[in-house]
Nanobody, 126 residues
Framework: QVQLVESGGGLVQAGGSLRLSCVAS????????MGWFRQAAGKEREFVAT????????YYADSVKGRFTISRDNAKNTVYLQMNSLKPEDTAVYYC???????????????????WGQGTQVTVSS
């Protein structure tokens, strides 16, 4: 079992930056692929970024590529999402997720993850 707790959300002006953190419990954190998703009001949850267990490979949604960076520190059981050049359309609840190695679903979709945090609100004003 893995428990995830996000932090770092808030209100920021367009063009600003935020760094989200997600701390995981459990001794097997380093074996999990981790991801960030977001869900805007009235919309479905969408993929933002993902990182493999070693941190060597990352993938991003086209909408955030070049602006967001996902990273992880396995010694601290923490995954980060650095968000720069924020836009009003980035406003959403951001969720951290962990993927069990046995999960074979696509990691670009929520079904590809087994554990979820409670979410943190990010609001970007214009």
């Amino acid at each position: 079992q893995v428990q995830l707790v996000e932090s770092g959300g808030g209100l920021v002006q367009a063009g600003g930056s935020l760094r989200l953190s997600c701390v995981a419990s459990g001794r097997t954190f380093s074996s999990y692929r981790m991801g960030w998703f977001r869900q805007a009001a009235g919309k479905e949850r969408e993929f933002v970024a993902t990182i493999i267990w070693s941190g060597g490979t990352t993938y991003y949604a086209d909408s955030v590529k070049g602006r967001f960076t996902i990273s992880r520190d396995n010694a601290k059981n923490t995954v980060y999402l650095q968000m720069n050049s924020l836009k009003p359309e980035d406003t959403a609840v951001y969720y951290c997720a962990a993927r069990n190695p046995s999960n074979s679903a696509s990691y670009y979709y929520p079904m590809g993850y087994n554990y979820w945090g409670q979410g943190t609100q990010v609001t970007v004003s214009s």
